[in-house]
């Protein structure tokens, strides 16, 4: 008992000491995962003194916090935001990460000396860029959606194909033509039970009366658990099929929403948390120095000639403006994911494992400190930066189960066309009215006259039925105001 309270204690200490950091970070201008990482360190075997060398509970508990962080962010991306990036996010994800591999393969053979096998090796642990940065750097910086989208389905992505490839490299003694086949099966069937998981485990939430509010952000986080299970158990990609399970789940009007995306963004937080500090505390910084040179030559391969080669090769069939291919080929942020990836081989005693984890551990560090720090900067010279941008209507939802009916409750945001309409304009669906708006802390009854404002809660009350259209309608007006229909705007 007496280890599990320090356990406890400790780790809660950590916790505590890590989400006051992201102010810290924040006011410095630093990326939040060098903190992390730093608290790990300080900890571990060269501050206060706790030991951590297992490279397979790492690497065990590294693909775990991966999992959910991939969770979090599936459910909070929004297919309105980058259904027009599919095309530039898979190509991103799969054609880079292939010309990545090759380039940076190559760069480091002929630099370094590695042999071939050993460099493709490290040429895949570094392909995959790291989702937990991009979810919480990119979406502040006011870029276009498209750009944003498209960042954000590559680091949702190419998780998958870079782990496929590393698995693959670290277990297998001969790489045959039936690899490229392989993937594509284990990358198709992932995505595959991803959709299907998610569209069923959507269907039940939203069907099902939960006797407590609390237990539906449960139940959708473990739908993409149960998916990521499902996936490894079939042979196919697990971190996709979660993923992708995330994104339809986060796109199914499910019952309270908000409450689910708050709970997904705070576990989100947590494991990015845990993850950094672990991998700072499985870190020797004795043994990082010897690291820096090969660290620092496979970060200038890949900033200056993987990542640029692989985004043009990747967007050729597509009309990106060279600005925007520059910010793509900028933002391909590195994190925990190529660290966890490297723990693969240490784990199977693989010859130069242990001098690859450490060259990940400065790269990491390096590119963190020359993107992360430099992004806005790069936004705005390349004139990309358009600035806050106006949020989503927040539209939230509960089955009154024992009624048969729906309660919606809608927040509008700054920028909102729902600003200055008047209740009449709205023109629900039959089946659904507004029965209640809160302004300024007080709540009334509205009357047909009652015209909406800019921070007002309101909740509509709608049958099962008419939901779905009501929705859509909210939407639609919020996007394109009291003439949407006039305007070809449907909510969808």
């Known amino acids: 008992m007496t280890g599990l309270t320090l356990a406890l204690g400790i780790g809660a200490a950590v916790v505590l000491v890590a989400v006051l950091a992201v102010r810290v970070s924040v006011r410095l201008g630093l990326p939040s995962l060098l903190l992390y990482l730093g608290i790990g360190v300080a900890i571990g075997e060269a501050g206060l003194g706790i030991r951590f060398d297992d490279a397979q509970l790492t690497q065990a508990l590294g693909l775990a916090a991966l999992v959910l962080i991939l969770t979090e962010g599936g459910l909070t991306t929004r297919w309105s935001d980058v259904r027009l990036s599919m095309g530039i996010g898979i190509a991103l994800s799969t054609v880079a990460v292939a010309v990545s591999i090759g380039v940076t393969a190559a760069g480091l053979h002929f630099i370094l000396g590695l042999d071939w096998k050993q460099a493709v090796l490290w040429g895949s642990v570094l392909a995959s860029t790291d989702a937990a940065a991009v979810f919480s750097v990119l979406r502040g910086l006011g870029v276009s959606k498209r750009v944003v989208g498209s960042l954000e389905l590559e680091s949702g992505f190419n998780d998958a194909p870079s782990y496929i490839a590393v698995v693959v490299l670290s277990t297998a ?4 033509w039936v690899f490229p086949l392989l993937a594509v099966y284990e990358l198709a069937a992932g995505a595959l039970i991803g959709v299907g998981l998610g569209w069923i485990g959507g269907l039940i939430l939203r069907r ?11 139940a959708t986080v473990a739908v993409c658990v149960v998916a990521f299970s499902t996936g490894q158990l079939a042979h196919a990609s697990g971190l996709l099929a979660t993923y992708v399970a995330g994104l339809v789940l986060g ?48 970060a200038a391969v890949l900033l200056l000639l993987a990542r640029p080669l692989s985004v043009f090769l990747s967007l050729l069939p597509f009309r990106v403006p060279w600005r925007e291919q520059v910010f793509l080929s900028w933002a391909g942020l590195r994190g925990a994911v190529p660290i966890v990836l490297a723990m693969i081989p240490l784990s199977e005693d693989l010859p130069g494992a242990r001098n690859l984890v450490d060259a990940v551990f400065v790269l990491v560090i390096v590119l963190t400190l020359v993107q992360g720090g430099t992004l806005p900067l790069v936004a705005r010279t390349l004139g990309l930066s358009k600035g806050a941008q106006s949020k989503h209507v927040e539209v939230d939802s509960a089955p009154l189960d024992e009624l048969g009916a729906e309660l919606i409750q809608v927040k509008i945001p700054e920028g909102s066309k729902l600003h200055g309409v008047y209740l009449t304009e709205l023109r629900l669906p039959p089946g659904a009215t507004v029965s209640l708006v809160t302004r300024d802390d007080a709540a009334f009854t509205p009357e047909p006259t009652t015209r909406l404002q800019i921070h007002d809660h309101i909740l509509v009350v709608t049958t099962r039925q008419a939901r779905d259209a009501t929705e859509r309608r909210i939407r639609a007006i919020d996007r394109a105001g009291r003439h949407a229909r006039w305007r070809g705007e449907h909510g969808d």
């Open 173 to 176: 003694t001969t790489i045959d």
């Open 208 to 218: 099902v009366a939960l006797p407590a509010t609390g237990l539906y952000p449960l």
């Open 251 to 298: 796109n199914s009007q499910l019952p309270h929403r908000a409450d689910t995306l708050s709970f997904a963004e705070g576990l989100g937080w947590l494991s990015q948390i845990g993850l950094f500090v672990l991998l700072g505390l499985f870190a020797s910084p004795a043994r990082l120095l010897d690291s820096v040179v090969p660290g620092l030559v496979a």
